[in-house]
């Protein structure tokens, strides 16, 4: 089954402590993104991949890092978490330019608490 | 700059109403894509449609209707004899041509289809 996932679905951390939000998709696409959203605010994009490592700052970088080491997968790090970044992630895929014909695969979501 | 505005947060329809969800964008491309998305109550997002800026036809599929017009840079999305499951969050997103695959989203309207 084609499919974006991530994982964890749910966690709750502190301040400070270095986490790491795995995403993969097994749909061979070349691009991928993340985004937090927050109530009214709708869906931010932090960081996004044309292809492998090749990187991209989205609209809110912050505090976030990324790696494309392989094609199908795209961790979101967090080195030092804090309380502002408690939000649903979301990590999607497509195969190509979104838009030019490929429309974007999103995973189920990582709801992130920092305490 | 890109720019979405859903200017309806929260719309509320009693069954078989037919609604229409606003979106209007900023964009100084003359070649972009806009999209709707879906968020259930589960959480995940359903992608529903793509247009990109050289396309004004209308499109219907089943009970949706979404109507592009570039003279008022506006996406609307019109549901017809809306049902309960039509309850949702929805997102109108915009990505120009030149902007590789950052997209930008609205804050979404959330609609209440009410029994």
């Known amino acids: 089954e084609a499919q974006v996932t991530q994982n964890p679905r749910y966690l709750i951390t502190v301040t400070g402590k270095k986490l790491t939000v795995t995403c993969s998709q097994n749909?061979?696409?070349?691009?991928m993104s993340w985004y937090r959203q927050d109530p009214g605010l709708g869906l931010r994009q932090i960081y996004y991949?044309?292809?492998?490592?090749?990187?991209d700052k989205g609209d809110v970088p912050e505090g976030y890092k990324v790696s494309r080491k392989e094609k199908r997968n795209f961790p979101l790090i967090l080195e030092s978490p804090s309380p502002n970044q408690t939000s649903l992630y979301f990590c999607?895929?497509?195969?190509?330019?979104?838009?030019?014909?490929?429309?974007?695969?999103f995973g189920p979501g990582t709801r992130l608490t920092v305490l | 700059a890109q720019k979405v505005t859903q200017a309806q947060t929260e719309i509320s329809v009693v069954e078989k109403e037919d609604v229409t969800l606003d979106c209007v964008y900023e964009?100084?491309?003359?070649?972009?894509?806009l999209f709707w998305y879906k968020q259930p109550p589960s959480g995940e997002l359903v992608f529903l449609i793509r247009r990109n800026s050289f396309d004004e036809q209308n499109e219907i599929s089943g009970r949706y209707s979404w109507n592009f017009q570039k003279s008022t840079s506006s996406f609307n999305f019109t549901i017809t004899a809306s049902q309960v499951v039509d309850s949702a969050v929805y997102f109108c997103a915009l990505r120009e041509w030149n902007r590789d695959d950052k997209i930008i989203f609205g804050k979404g309207t959330r609609l209440h289809i009410l029994p």
């Open positions: 999607a895929s497509s195969l190509g330019l979104a838009g030019v014909g490929n429309e974007q695969f």
């Open positions: 749909m061979n696409h070349e691009y």
């Open positions: 964009t100084r491309d003359t070649t972009y894509y």
């Open positions: 991949s044309m292809n492998v490592e090749v990187t």
